[in-house]
């Protein structure tokens, strides 16, 4: 069974945690028989105060008519772009937001994760050492 984090809960997530994001949509394209979205999602560090940004992709299908060719489109349905580019950008931020930590479901459907807990010791051993360049 695959886990699921709907849109409405990330997007009240990145409301409670960060307050202030907005989304800029960067890129619409057909690649295939799907739409893709590219986005970049914008969010106040609350610890910092300065804006910082992610970016995401997601791809949804544009449906043809039962029993047709994916990319016969001649037979797309009439509604099919008009629901795949809203999908599709809504799956852009999930994956914009993923990449700000588990949760908002980055390790969602994984099969194996790592615990990480054993590196944060190891940082301390790190924290004086100095970076030279040849």
């Not at 984090?5 to 028989?33: G, M, R, S």
């Not at 300065?50 to 037979?75: F, L, Y």
């Amino acid at each position: 069974k695959t886990a699921y984090l709907p849109i409405d809960k990330v997007e009240y997530l990145l409301t409670k945690i960060f307050i202030k994001w907005n989304v800029e949509v960067k890129q619409v394209q057909v690649i295939a028989n799907s739409a893709v979205v590219t986005v970049r999602l914008y969010y106040q560090n609350p610890l910092t105060g300065m804006m910082e940004w992610q970016d995401g992709v997601g791809a949804a299908p544009i449906h043809t008519a039962k029993g047709k060719g994916a990319m016969d489109w001649s037979e797309v349905l009439a509604d099919s772009v008009m629901k795949a580019v809203p999908s599709a950008k809504s799956f852009a931020v999930k994956d914009a937001a993923e990449e700000l930590g588990k949760i908002f479901g980055k390790d969602l459907n994984r099969k194996d994760t790592v615990i990480y807990d054993s590196l944060l010791n190891d940082t301390e051993r790190f924290k004086d050492a100095k970076i030279t360049e040849k």
